[in-house]
């Protein structure tokens, strides 16, 4: 049976960025690797500085960018360790997990001129063959340390990805200054943000428990969503002049009530006295809605009613909607992670020039689906609809 190759990225992931993204991607493909394995840092030997996230923070920072990918997996192994970590400690201790394991070690041209001074760098080479990505020259193989390298027992693959070089500290810097920043994956400045490291101000002043809360709640993917959705609707906010942190905050707990059963749902309705038709009630698609604005209330303490009627409508509208019901629906529907379907990308450019003629058109959309599928589009929807044919910028 032949050994699984396991390739191993590790770092701090402070944080991680589209391009450690592309290079697993890379690896994974020209190396014929099984699998991916990330190791964010505990206390790196190197890299002690104010500006380094909290351990755990790094690590979901780094979970929810490879979650998608369900050969990539998120390992604890440096961050549960006390002390310093070093690299040939944590191959040792994936051998005798993993006896039978081929690894190879992803890294930049940047790290070939420091492996000399890891700790006992003949035996990481022993351990491992060295993945190598150019981050600033053509040609990474031509560095001009392999060769002592190779010498010394190094083993060495080369990347064919084109040369590179995302800055984690520019990163960092625009997140700080409020600018938008290139190369991070979304869900990752969503987390940032919500968490408000790197100089952000918090959506909330103390984030974390609602945070758990919400991760409890939700299914992974369900989660992953809801982050998108509030780094979506926090951009629409600031394309048309809204208020970023109510919107962001409507999208992270928009479905906050989605992963509940159809019984708990329809329990919380009749506890809460809510006026609902009984398609509504029938539904939990529908229902998680205005159920949602009754549990982000009363258990994750919003008290803006801008928030709560964004929540409460965002299913099927409402006639009468102002600009954060129609900021949350339509980032509902747009997020980066939704899956293309026809129209998707034009509604997404609609979204940032005008909310009225992106709901009209999302509507639509919706409107034709359902009558595809020979179902009843919502008297709701409808309702909105018409209202908003009415309108003007429509």
């Not at 890294?107 to 080479?125: A, H």
Request: glycine share 6%; with cysteine.
């Amino acid at each position: 049976m032949p050994k699984e190759r396991i390739g191993i990225m590790g770092g701090s992931f402070n944080p991680i960025h589209d391009r450690h993204l592309a290079i697993a991607a890379c690896a994974l493909n020209e190396a014929r690797l099984d699998r991916i394995l990330f190791l964010p840092t505990g206390n790196p030997p190197h890299k002690r500085s104010a500006d380094l996230a909290d351990a755990e923070h790094r690590f979901e920072m780094t979970r929810l960018a490879t979650l998608r990918e369900p050969r990539y997996s998120v390992s604890r192994a440096e961050i549960d360790r006390e002390g310093v970590i070093y690299t040939v400690d944590t191959l040792a201790l994936l051998k005798r997990q993993l006896p039978e394991a081929e690894f190879f070690y992803l890294i930049g041209e940047d790290t070939l001129l420091d492996l000399p001074n890891w700790r006992t760098p003949d035996k990481v080479f022993a351990q491992c063959t060295f993945l190598v990505s150019s981050r600033t020259s053509a040609d990474a193989a031509a560095h001009p340390s392999v060769p002592a390298l190779v010498a010394r027992g190094a083993r060495f693959g080369f990347l064919s990805l084109p040369p590179l070089d995302i800055s984690a500290t520019a990163i960092r810097e625009a997140l700080a200054t409020g600018l938008l920043p290139a190369g991070l994956p979304p869900v990752v400045e969503e987390y940032a943000r919500l968490m408000g490291l790197y100089g952000v101000t918090p959506l909330l002043s103390d984030p974390v428990p609602m945070y758990a809360r919400l991760k409890a709640a939700l299914s992974e993917r369900r989660l992953f969503h809801s982050l998108l959705v509030a780094w979506t609707a926090r951009r629409l906010a600031r394309a048309h002049g809204l208020d970023e942190a109510q919107c962001e905050l409507a999208g992270i707990l928009h479905d906050c009530a989605k992963c509940m059963p159809l019984g708990t749902l329809q329990r919380i309705a009749r506890e809460s006295r809510l006026l609902l038709d009984k398609e509504t009630l029938a539904n939990e698609a529908l229902l998680h809605g205005p159920v949602g604005a009754v549990v982000a209330e009363a258990e994750y303490g919003v008290s803006d009613p801008g928030i709560l009627t964004a929540i409460r409508c965002h299913t099927t509208g409402r006639v009468g909607m102002l600009p954060v019901d129609m900021v949350l629906y339509l980032a509902d529907k747009i997020e980066p992670g939704r899956r293309n379907y026809p129209g998707l990308d034009e509604l997404r450019a609609l979204a940032e020039k005008n909310l009225v003629a992106a709901m009209l058109r999302s509507l639509h959309m919706t409107q034709q689906y359902v009558t595809h599928q020979k179902a009843p589009l919502h008297p709701a929807t409808q309702r909105v609809i018409a209202w908003l044919e009415r309108l003007p910028q429509a």
